[in-house]
Structures are given as structure tokens and as C-alpha cells.
């Protein structure tokens, strides 16, 4: 038994790696494609060739249609997580670096459990709170360095995006109980796909006069940072025993992204990106790990009250 649950343990780390490194291309090569694609057109070709990939494995797996009844659930998501996440992100990434995009993505996970406490009434507890503003003090040193701070700048819209997918978290937790993770993949991004198509003659015309490095660019992001993957990614939260030994790798994508925006681009992150980008990722692993520090916390004090306690007990 204990075997099998290593491997299992081991599969997901795997799969939770292997998600990490393609997400992280994934800022790469959108830099890459955003000299020569706009943003909707980018996000109709990279997510209908994600959607039909995703279609050809619904078929062959069988996975069937969802109800009738939630199908607005599925376009409400679709609209949160990939349509309206994917423009903001393209617009995002027409000024500001892969590196810093990338760790203002990492904050998802802090932002997903800060709308939890708001509206479904968990509790972050102090170290929680803590690490929230240390996120919030690196987003703002990234906004702030030797830039001008306006509504239009990348920033601003790459906050937005993070937003998105971080409701995106919450609203899928009302469909686990009726769907796989499979399934709402497929519906989800589908649902995005077809959003898209009211972009379809601006894509045409600009696929007409892209050149193929582009092409190959978004080609690339449609099959495996999203469709690949987010099953992957799926696959790696459905077999591990823990979700924070899987999220846990999502920290590594600003690591990542920097360094393959060095090798790809030639883009080296300024002063404020590797500032701001560790104050993120420090604010980032404390609440990921505020229950232990809590514990620790909790331990620490008990051991200074015996302390106390025995020093009293002496002086009597």
C-alpha cells in the first residue's frame, strides 16, 4: 500500500513538472507571437487549435456532452479562465517581459484563497494575511520600477488576467461534484474557442501575412501549454494525495520563464522584476506553507510557556 502511494506521489510530481515547464514556454512564446499576431487573433488560433485537439480526445475517450442546464456555467467559465484571461494576457505581453508576467501569475493561487476567505468565509489566519501583503508590496514594486504608472500599462492588465483566472478557481469548484477534471477542460475551453470565432476574419487576414516563426509560436501554445497541459495538469491533481504538492511547482514558472525568455528572446529581467519577482515568490511560499509555520508558531510558544513556567516554578 505505502508503494503504490509513492508512486502515485511520484506520477504527480512528474505531471506537475512536466505542466510547470510547458506553462512556462507558454509566456515565451506568446512574446514571440505578439510582434506579428494581435491579441484576439492570437487567442482564436491558440485556442482553436487547443479546442480541437481537445475535441479528438473527448471523442475517442467518450466523454459525451455536458447537461443542457449547465452549459451557461461552462461559457461563464470558459469567458473567466481562457477568454477574457487570454486577452488580457496578450495585451499584457505586448510590453512587459515573460519574467515578469510570469510571476504576477504565480500570485493565482494567493488571490484564488483570498476571494475564499471573502466569500466563502475561509480563514487565511495571520501568517496568511502576512504573506498576502508581501505579494501585493512585490506587484507593486513590479508596477513601479522605472515605469509610468498608467490604466493602460501592461501591468495593470496582466493583475487583470491573474484576477480572472483566480475567479475562474473558485467558480470551478461548483462543477468537481457533477464533472472530471476532464471534462470541464474540454468544456471550458471549447467554450472559449467558440468565443473567439467573432475574431475569425481579423484572424484570417492576419494568418495571411504572419510569418511562420509566429504561426509556429501560437501553433505550439494551442497544443501544449493549453491543451496538453491542462490535462496534464488534471491528470496531476486527480492522483496526488496532497493539491499543494502539486501547486507547489507553480512557483517554479518565473524561474523558468526567465530563463527561457534568456535563451529564446534575449530579454534579461530588470532590477524591479527580480526585486518584486522575490518578494512575490517569498509571499507566495509562506502562505502556501502557513499551516506548518503556524504550527511551528504554536509549538515555539507552548515551549516558552514551559520555559516560563519552569523559571516561576524555581523561584519558589
Excluded: H
Aim: proline letters at 3%.
Amino acid at each position: 500500500m505505502k508503494q503504490s502511494d509513492e508512486c502515485a506521489a511520484n506520477q504527480a510530481l512528474v505531471l506537475a513538472f512536466l505542466t510547470v515547464i510547458l506553462w512556462s514556454s507558454g509566456f515565451v512564446f506568446t512574446r514571440i507571437a505578439v510582434r506579428d499576431i494581435s491579441p484576439f487573433p492570437l487567442g482564436l488560433l491558440r485556442y482553436g487549435s487547443a479546442s480541437v485537439l481537445l475535441v479528438i480526445i473527448g471523442l475517442v475517450k467518450r466523454v459525451g456532452l455536458p447537461r443542457l442546464k449547465d452549459v451557461p456555467l461552462f461559457l461563464f467559465l470558459g469567458a473567466l479562465g481562457f477568454f477574457l484571461y487570454q486577452i488580457f494576457f496578450n495585451i499584457a505581453m505586448m510590453t512587459i517581459t515573460a519574467a515578469t508576467a510570469s510571476v504576477v501569475t504565480a500570485t493565482v493561487p494567493v488571490l484564488t484563497a483570498f476571494f475564499a476567505s471573502l466569500l466563502f468565509r475561509e480563514k487565511l489566519g495571520r501568517i496568511g494575511w502576512v504573506a498576502v501583503g508581501i505579494e501585493f508590496a512585490g506587484i507593486v514594486v513590479l508596477t513601479l520600477w522605472e515605469r509610468e504608472v498608467s490604466i493602460g500599462s501592461g501591468m495593470v492588465w496582466m493583475i487583470l488576467a491573474a484576477v480572472c483566472f483566480a475567479c475562474y478557481n473558485l467558480i470551478q469548484r461548483f462543477v468537481k461534484t457533477r464533472y472530471s477534471s476532464v471534462q470541464s477542460t474540454i468544456y471550458t475551453i471549447t467554450a472559449c474557442a467558440l468565443m473567439f470565432l467573432f475574431f475569425l476574419p481579423q484572424g484570417l487576414e492576419e494568418v495571411r501575412t504572419a510569418p511562420l516563426t509566429s504561426l509556429l509560436a501560437v501553433l505550439f501554445m494551442g497544443i501544449f501549454p493549453s491543451a496538453i497541459g491542462f490535462l496534464l495538469w488534471t491528470k496531476a491533481l486527480s492522483v496526488a494525495k496532497q493539491i499543494g504538492d502539486v501547486t507547489n511547482f507553480m512557483f517554479v514558472t518565473p524561474l523558468l520563464s526567465t530563463l527561457l525568455e534568456i535563451l529564446l528572446i534575449g530579454d534579461f529581467p530588470d532590477l524591479g522584476t527580480i526585486g518584486g519577482g522575490l518578494l512575490i515568490l517569498i509571499g507566495v511560499a509562506m502562505f502556501n506553507n502557513r499551516e506548518k509555520l503556524q504550527q511551528r508558531q504554536f509549538v515555539m510558544s507552548a515551549d516558552d510557556q514551559k520555559s516560563l513556567d519552569s523559571v516561576l516554578e524555581n523561584r519558589k
